[in-house]
């Protein structure tokens, strides 16, 4: 499977952005796709999540409110709109897939199995 991020970029606090994530190579509805973000020096954390049909999302809890994941099937891409940004959500941003059926998708990085390149953001104050 073929990953690629993009929307990236340097954005005021309290401004959006809106990543994209185009998969190929496989049937993108096969998995569920979620976000991770790592920061200099931090460990990847688990951003948000939605299920294959895009009927159920899940969201760490520093970005509920603020974060809006959804996927466009026939598109084979998965979005995350992202508003009010402060810059602790100055990150790298990527895109996952996994196959796993379970809900609440998983949260640890090693249960998904394809993965982007990334997409910085970068927020200043």
């Known amino acids: 499977v073929h990953v690629v991020e993009s929307g990236g970029g340097l954005v005021q606090a309290g401004d959006f952005l809106r990543l994209s994530c185009i998969c190929n190579g496989r049937t993108f509805t096969d998995y569920a796709v979620a976000w991770f973000r790592q920061a200099p020096g931090q460990e990847r954390e688990f951003v948000a999540a939605?299920?294959?049909?895009?009927?159920?999302?899940s969201y760490r809890d520093s970005v509920k409110g603020r974060f809006a994941i959804s996927r466009d099937n026939a598109r084979n891409t998965v979005y995350l709109q992202m508003n009010n940004l402060n810059p602790e959500d100055t990150a790298l941003y990527y895109c996952?897939?996994?196959?796993?059926?379970?809900?609440?998708?998983?949260?640890?990085?090693?249960?998904?199995?394809?993965w982007g390149q990334g997409t910085r953001v970068t927020v200043s104050s």
């Open positions: 939605i299920n294959w049909r895009g009927s159920m999302s």
């Open positions: 996952a897939l996994t196959s796993t059926t379970a809900w609440p998708a998983p949260i640890l990085p090693n249960r998904y199995v394809y």
